[in-house]
Antibody, heavy 119, light 107 residues
Framework: QVQLQQSGPGLVKPSQTLSLTCAISGDSVSSNSAAWNWIRQSPSRGLEWLGRTYYRSKWYNDYAVSVKSRITVSPDTSRNQFSLQLNSLTPEDTAVYYC?????????WGQGTLVTVSS | DIQMTQSPSSLSASVGDRVTITCRASQGINNYLNWYQQKPGKAPKLLIYGAFNLQSGVPSRFSGSRSGTDFTLTISSLQPEDLATYYCQQSDSIPWTFGQGTKVKIK
């Protein structure tokens, strides 16, 4: 059974960087068939896919245009986890952030982290 | 980006009713359409993938269909535990995009 466990702060100041981690059990971040995603949800923007990392003989990333200049999604193979970094935060980045497994359909999700951007 | 338009935004139905939710894609996405159920305070849960395929463990009262760029989620006999918001998501091309959601209430 695949499980994704998220960790990271719930409160971040404007202009700072958000760092979240998603620890994987029951699968490998280096899987040749999976992809590892970050999605956020807010009342104003709904569910918004942010980016992903995946391994197909080498590492690849894809990012949403809306955050492309500010986001990094990266694997940590030694700890079997992946992370999200989102910099230059504004209050509009306030949302519940989820990690999820899927190369198309998103079949396993983390528990979600409410991130509030406020001074 | 592919836009996903869901309707209705909310509905109220009685236990045992047949419920349908529609999602329209702004362009062709083949069968790359997935449906999720989200209960308050929880992460979305995959119900249907590839437009028609029931995810393991999901009750058979849930089903999916397609007509062109219109996709439908049907609950054949609504149960009290189906109180939730339902979302469609296209996985034809990056960026993955979601519908705005349909909130299902029990009368």
């Amino acid at each position: 059974q695949v499980q994704l466990q998220q960790s990271g702060p719930g409160l971040v100041k404007p202009s700072q960087t958000l760092s979240l981690t998603c620890a994987i059990s029951g699968d490998s971040v280096s899987s040749n068939s999976a992809a590892w995603n970050w999605i956020r949800q807010s009342p104003s923007r709904g569910l918004e896919w942010l980016g992903r990392t995946y391994y197909r003989s080498k590492w690849y990333n894809d990012y949403a245009v809306s955050v492309k200049s500010r986001i990094t999604v990266s694997p940590d193979t030694s700890r079997n986890q992946f992370s999200l970094q989102l910099n230059s935060l504004t209050p509009e980045d306030t949302a519940v952030y989820y990690c999820a497994r899927g190369a198309g359909r998103l079949d396993y999700w983390g528990q979600g982290t409410l991130v509030t951007v406020s001074s | 980006d592919i836009q996903m338009t869901q309707s209705p935004s909310s509905l109220s139905a009685s236990v045992g009713d047949r419920v349908t939710i529609t999602c329209r894609a702004s362009q062709g996405i083949n069968n790359y359409l997935n449906w999720y159920q989200q209960k308050p305070g929880k992460a979305p849960k995959l119900l249907i993938y590839g437009a028609f395929n029931l995810q393991s463990g999901v009750p058979s009262r849930f089903s999916g269909s397609r007509s062109g760029t219109d996709f439908t989620l049907t609950i054949s006999s609504l149960q009290p535990e189906d109180l939730a918001t339902y979302y469609c998501q296209q996985s034809d091309s990056i960026p993955w995009t979601f519908g705005q959601g349909t909130k299902v209430k029990i009368k």
